[in-house]
């Protein structure tokens, strides 16, 4: 399948982080500011879900979210993960086909973990799905400053540079 095709029939568009995405599913049920943890400005949606892909050329920049989010190997390349948890340091994880070879299908992403991702070897394109919950909502994406992430993880420097704009 080429990389025109998927982005036409999916009705892909350029998202801030880096990539195409489409939002797929947003729940007609909210959750009220008094139902949430305080680090939520008012109500979300139960969940959404979108379709997210990247090509061989772009990457998807550090940011957080508010809430944990869940990535859905779909096709294509394998998707190289770049996490930065405040809990657990750093780690990488391949989602994709090749379960025997040590590939996920799926993988959280913890509530205010840093990540960034790349297509591995940067070829061809690789198409996944993001589910988060409570709902995505723009007020909860920060993208990472180059600087800060720096000042704080100084270990990570080459990857901090990569990911960051």
């Known amino acids: 399948m080429k990389l025109e ?3 036409k029939e999916l009705n892909l568009k350029p998202h ?6 489409c939002e797929t599913y947003r729940s007609a049920e909210t959750i009220g ?20 892909l990247l090509n061989d050329h772009d990457k998807s920049h550090f940011h957080r979210l508010k809430s944990d989010e869940l ?4 096709l ?15 780690r990488t994880v391949e989602l994709g086909p090749d379960l025997a070879g040590g590939e996920q299908l799926q993988q ?8 960034a991702a790349e297509v591995k070897g940067q070829a061809g394109f690789a198409l996944a799905g993001c589910a988060v919950f409570p709902g995505f909502d723009f007020a909860d994406f920060e993208m ?15 990857v901090i540079r990569k990911f960051c704009k």
């Open 5 to 7: 095709t998927v982005i």
């Open 16 to 21: 801030p982080e880096g990539g195409y995405f």
């Open 33 to 52: 500011k008094g139902g949430l943890p305080d680090r939520y400005r008012g109500g979300r949606a139960f969940g959404t879900s979108i379709f997210y």
């Open 71 to 74: 990535w859905y190997f779909h």
């Open 76 to 90: 294509g390349a394998t998707i190289v993960l770049h996490v930065i948890d405040p809990r657990q340091g750093y």
């Open 108 to 115: 959280v992403i913890p509530a205010g973990s840093w990540f």
């Open 144 to 158: 990472g400053n180059r600087y800060a992430l720096l000042a704080e993880y100084p270990g990570l420097s080459e």
